[in-house]
């Protein structure tokens, strides 16, 4: 009889124990987590008070700094373009939004597939990049306004 009140026990306990859980489960709590914009900050260059003495010295600094060649670029650049289609110079206005940074070396160059001449007059220096047999050819111009030099125009004559 001790048994069976016993086990009568045992089994009331597991019915009890195993009743189902009617309780509907919490939702995970979610957070929304605001996406930050981070501007990496670019370490400028030391530009020294003499960077136009010399345009060797400015284009050095021009093509190593994109700050300050967008600080050396009179915008909105009036510049010419080759329309391939009409094979003919273009005038075409350049803002600050479409302008892409460009490198130049300080020196002539020739490369293979390219050659670089500078040619600098007193208050004037022109870039000439010319592709070897692969139609690039484009002239910068570069002037001294108010003891500094800017880029001020370009031509580009490349098919």
């Not at 284009?59 to 050396?72: G, H, I, P």
């Amino acid at each position: 009889m001790k048994f069976l009140k016993f086990s009568f026990i045992i089994i009331s306990m597991l019915f009890i124990s195993c009743k189902e859980n009617t309780e509907k489960p919490k939702p995970l709590e979610t957070k929304k987590i605001e996406k930050k914009k981070v501007k990496k900050k670019k370490k400028r260059i030391y530009i020294p008070e003499t960077v136009d003495y010399s345009f060797n010295e400015f284009l050095m600094y021009f093509s190593a700094d994109s700050t300050f060649q967008m600080e050396r670029v009179r915008f909105p650049l009036k510049v010419q373009q080759m329309d391939i289609y009409e094979g003919e110079l273009k005038n075409k206005t350049v803002f600050i939004t479409d302008y892409w940074i460009k490198k130049f070396l300080p020196y002539d160059k020739n490369n293979g597939d390219y050659k670089q001449d500078i040619e600098i007059k007193e208050n004037e220096a022109i870039i000439s990049i010319k592709g070897i047999e692969n139609g690039l050819a484009v002239f910068y111009e570069f002037k001294k306004i108010d003891d500094q030099w800017f880029l001020v125009t370009w031509r580009d004559y490349s098919t």
